[in-house]
């Protein structure tokens, strides 16, 4: 299984993935979800993704080698990253029918994938890309996007993401979430990766790798474990309130 999220702030963005991959309890391998792409000095573009490791392996070499060929249609090419969006959609779709016409069977071909980044005159976004190819972005409400297994680290980020987060704030916010999917999913698991992108920076330099033994990630852990007790303790009892039998 996978988790990933990005998040979109009017500072910028924070993307984060786990590097876990599994098929079954006894296959269990590392592979990097995140894909970073700095090809051209007006646009920084990042790639997640989850889903069928086959699938998705697939679909980033097709954007690797339409970049490299210079082919028409290539994350280059385009003026708008809305653009890439259809562009990532299609390449991701077509895979997918590709393998579910050889009818496969046991075989789920379905993948899905993060898309975010800035070109010289947009803001920078996230978008989420679904199997079938279409896609939504963030909102001044819901400013994040999750794939994967997304709900265990759900309710932290509705609970303190706004657009005017900081970066900082935000990342923290994100390895909370990803802590809290790793505490109750054994298949979403470290490296954890990190990208902290600054607008109009067009650099994708504050990129890190968190391993499991990483300091900073076990004082996350430990620190929200604490708080998390405390705050539960410090909660007044229903039965303050309420008629208990």
């Not at 700095?38 to 920084?44: A, N």
């Not at 280059?76 to 050889?102: H, P, Q, T």
């Not at 071909?109 to 190819?133: D, K, M, V, W």
């Amino acid at each position: 299984m996978t988790y990933c999220v990005a998040i979109s702030l009017d500072e910028g963005l924070v993307l984060t993935s786990d590097s876990r991959t599994n098929a079954g309890i006894d296959n269990v391998s590392t592979y990097s979800k995140m894909f970073r792409y700095e090809t051209m000095p007006d646009r920084s573009i990042v790639i997640m993704s989850a889903g069928n490791l086959a699938t998705t392996q697939c679909v980033i070499e097709q954007i690797r080698r339409d970049i490299r060929e210079g082919s028409d249609h290539n994350i280059n090419s385009f003026k708008y990253l809305s653009d890439i969006a259809d562009y990532l959609g299609n390449v991701l779709s077509s895979r997918i029918r590709r393998y579910s016409e050889k009818e496969q069977t046991g075989f789920a071909p379905e993948a899905t994938l993060l898309f975010a980044g800035q070109i010289q005159g947009e803001r920078s976004q996230a978008f989420l890309i679904y199997p079938q190819g279409n896609h939504i972005t963030t909102s001044a409400q819901t400013p994040y996007l999750q794939i994967g297994e997304s709900k265990y680290g759900k309710p932290v980020l509705d609970r303190f993401l706004t657009r005017q987060t900081s970066l900082v704030d935000a990342a923290t916010c994100a390895l909370i979430s990803m802590d809290s999917t790793m505490k109750s999913n054994a298949s979403v698991g470290p490296p954890i990766e990190m990208m902290m992108y600054k607008n109009d920076s067009y650099t994708l330099d504050n990129h890190h790798v968190l391993e499991a033994d990483d300091p900073y990630l076990i004082a996350i852990r430990r620190e929200w474990d604490q708080k998390l007790c405390e705050a539960f303790t410090a909660m007044p009892r229903i039965s303050d309130f309420v008629t208990t039998k």
